[in-house]
T-cell receptor
């Protein structure tokens, strides 16, 4: 049982390049989330998916797109990376099987630098 | 905008002392509250959740909730250097199992 996995762990992009961050969970959770974490800003929600086939914007969605490919996988795409998107990105999941449905399990994070 | 506020710290306590971490929240509709611990360079992990007024104890950790004052706290008894981490407070924020996180308080336990 791997929990929540994310790839890649580290990435350096040049301004304007695109990339997709991958996330998968094996806990049969309905809900999945993408956060970014910046110093002094805490965890900010980019997008979330309450169930397979649905996605919604969070607090900071500009410059990002997401795909809930199936119940297990939730990807985050940067179409044209900007230096302001330099951050640590965390994927999380919650739902069935947790003690509290709001309890979130986090992946190990992706450290992205945009130059 | 629903907010969860924490002092970023650092909060320094000597080994063996009680560490007291505090958080306030703005949404009176929030029902569930969480404390996550995050070691440097790692992902957050849940250590406590509470949804009823009063105290909830788990080992050296006690979470306290006062809904009238919109205040949540975490007490860590007999603090150890291994407790040195950033502690994130979170509150549920309006359906679809969303939560709002505070910026986290950095705790340093001095040997």
């Amino acid at each position: 049982n791997a929990g929540v996995t994310q790839t890649p762990k580290f990435q350096v992009l040049k301004t304007g390049q695109s990339m997709t961050l991958q996330c998968a969970q094996d806990m049969n959770h309905n809900s999945m989330y993408w956060y970014r974490q910046d110093p002094g800003m805490g965890l900010r929600l980019i997008y979330y998916s309450a169930s397979e086939g649905t996605t919604d914007k969070g607090e900071v969605p500009n410059g990002y797109n997401v795909s809930r490919l199936n119940k297990r996988e939730f990807s985050l795409r940067l179409e044209s990376a900007a230096p302001s998107q330099t951050s640590v990105y965390f994927c999380a999941s919650s739902g069935i099987g947790t003690v509290n449905a709001y309890e979130q399990y986090f992946g190990p994070g992706t450290r992205l630098t945009v130059t | 905008q629903k907010e969860v506020e924490q002092n970023s710290g650092p909060l320094s306590v000597p080994e063996g002392a009680i560490a007291s971490l505090n958080c306030t929240y703005s949404d009176r509709g929030s029902q569930s509250f969480f404390w996550y611990r995050q070691y440097s360079g790692k992902s957050p992990e849940l250590i406590m959740f509470i949804y009823s007024n009063g105290d909830k104890e788990d080992g050296r950790f006690t979470a306290q909730l006062n809904k009238a004052s919109q205040y949540v706290s975490l007490l860590i008894r007999d603090s150890q250097p291994s407790d040195s981490a950033t502690y994130l407070c979170a509150a549920d924020s309006g359906g679809y199992q969303k939560v709002t996180f505070g910026i986290g308080t950095k705790l340093q336990v001095i040997p």
